[in-house]
């Protein structure tokens, strides 16, 4: 976990409410990644981002918007959540390179950020 | 895309005694990764094994990856309480449009107890 931080760590937030996400890696990678756990589910990944450009989204709710100001940080803003949408959000980073693709060996994580929504 | 399955879905075990999780899957893989996860905790890399390598160690892990059975296996030796966590698997397709990312599987709960 060290080396990719997440904040806030908890959140509650009502179905009106807008908030955000912000993860920010101390690694020097270029790739970054939005995971949604939730209960008795698989990892579901969200976005990708690499250098700066999203790559991925995977049929994600216009509810979750990322942003990737640069390649450290990441955002994923919130907004008019629905309760089923509360779970733990992870935050993930890999070094990327070679030309028409980007390698993700091994990803590291943040510690997440529990969301509920009332 | 695929994910892996991983089974059995939860195992416990008394402390010193050995874990093995299995995990399979369906189409062709560059790598499979095995991650492991403390409660609410964030998922923490273990090992790498590529497509081309059918054995490798870190510790007290051991990974096995059969391509022909579309198979791996994690074997933790000589548990320790402090090994009770959520092991999952991770597959890096190979080829294909979704080239670099992994799909991860439900994991198994592993308790270990003193």
């Known amino acids: 976990e060290t080396g990719v931080t997440q904040t806030p760590r908890h959140l509650v937030m009502g179905m009106t409410n807008k908030k955000s996400l912000k993860c920010e890696q101390h690694l020097g990678h270029n790739a970054m990644y939005w995971y949604k756990q939730s209960a008795k589910k698989p990892l579901e990944l969200m976005f990708v981002y690499n250098f700066k450009e999203q790559t991925e989204n995977n049929s994600v709710p216009s509810r979750f918007s990322p942003e990737c100001p640069n390649s450290s940080h990441l955002f994923l803003h919130l907004h008019t959540l629905q309760p089923e949408d509360s779970a733990l959000y992870l935050c993930?980073?890999?070094?990327?390179?070679?030309?028409?693709?980007?390698?993700?060996?091994?990803?590291?994580f943040g510690p997440g950020t529990r969301l509920t929504v009332l | 895309s695929q994910q892996g399955e991983e089974d059995p879905q939860a195992l416990s075990i008394q402390e010193g005694e050995n874990a093995t999780m299995n995990c399979s899957y369906k189409?062709?893989?560059?790598?499979l990764q095995w991650y492991r996860q403390n409660s609410g905790r964030g998922l923490v890399h273990l090992i790498l094994i590529r497509s081309n390598e059918r054995e490798k160690h870190s510790g007290r892990l051991r990974v096995t990856l059969d391509t022909s059975k579309k198979s791996s296996s994690l074997l933790i030796t000589a548990s320790r309480a402090a090994d009770t966590a959520s092991y999952f698997c991770a597959l890096r397709n190979a080829g294909g449009t979704s080239y670099g990312k992994l799909t991860f599987g439900q994991g198994t709960i592993l308790t270990v107890h003193p």
């Open positions: 189409t062709s893989i560059n790598n």
């Open positions: 993930a980073s890999s070094r990327a390179g070679g030309s028409g693709g980007f390698r993700t060996d091994t990803q590291y």
